[in-house]
């Protein structure tokens, strides 16, 4: 079974801090994407990555950046956080084959006072 | 820009009874995704759907494609309590996209005795 593991289930930083969620997935997968969770928006992407080293910004990259070093981690940076980025993360792989459903971790309950 | 919209968005049922949430995207695409999230936790793959007039079937649920009229449809045959979740669809423009997925606003399903 694929497991996408992200650090932290629950995380309260302070306005201005800069915040980073981590997130592991063990089958080897190229694609890696980072989703944020509101209520009655869905998820909307932020970023993703279809390679080590390699990223594109989603439909909400504002206030975000990423970073893959390696192929199993992908982390998801916020340079000064604000509170309209209270929310669910939620962290997904996939392989590069087309087709295949994204796998989802955990998620991270941001909370930003 | 592809959107992906579900409704209802909430769906009070009886057990017993059969009721279908609609997804409809706004531009050619040739996959479509369900998931389901129970509350807490993550999204859980349901169906993954490949071609027009894909049906697949799982227990008391049946997802199908129609790509002529971009619609999707989750079929809920005779309710049972533990059908109580949030569902979602997602579609991808498929190319070089990466599997990145769009995702409907989710339809919140609460099945009463």
């Known amino acids: 079974d694929v497991k996408v593991t992200q650090s932290s289930r629950y995380l309260v930083k302070r306005t201005g801090e800069k915040v980073f969620l981590e997130c592991v997935q063990d089958?080897?997968?190229?694609?890696m994407f980072w989703y944020r969770q509101d209520p009655g928006l869905g998820l909307r992407l932020i970023y993703f990555?279809?390679?080590?080293?390699?990223?594109e910004k989603g439909d909400i990259p504002e206030g975000y950046s990423v970073s893959r070093e390696k192929k199993e981690r992908f982390s998801l940076i916020l340079e000064s956080a604000s509170t309209n980025q209270t929310s669910m993360y939620l962290c997904?792989?996939?392989?590069?084959?087309?087709?295949?459903?994204?796998?989802f971790g955990n998620g991270t309950r941001l909370t930003v006072t | 820009e592809l959107k992906v919209e579900q409704n209802p968005l909430f769906l009070s049922m009886q057990e017993g009874k059969n009721y279908t949430i609609y997804c409809n995207y706004s531009?050619?695409?040739?996959?479509l995704y369900w998931y389901r999230q129970d509350p807490g936790k993550s999204l859980e793959s349901l169906f993954v759907?490949?071609?027009?007039?894909a049906v697949k079937q799982e227990g008391r649920l049946m997802a199908s494609l129609d790509t002529k009229a971009r619609l999707s449809t989750l079929h809920i045959t005779a309710a049972v309590h533990d059908l109580s979740a949030t569902y979602f669809c997602?579609?991808?423009?498929?190319?070089?996209?990466?599997?990145?997925?769009?995702f409907g606003q989710g339809t919140i399903l609460t099945v009463h005795p």
């Open positions: 997904a792989s996939s392989p590069a084959l087309g087709g295949s459903p994204l796998h």
């Open positions: 089958m080897d997968h190229e694609n």
């Open positions: 990555s279809y390679d080590v080293k390699m990223k």
């Open positions: 531009t050619t695409s040739d996959r």
């Open positions: 759907l490949l071609s027009n007039g």
């Open positions: 997602a579609s991808s423009s498929g190319g070089t996209s990466y599997g990145k997925l769009t």
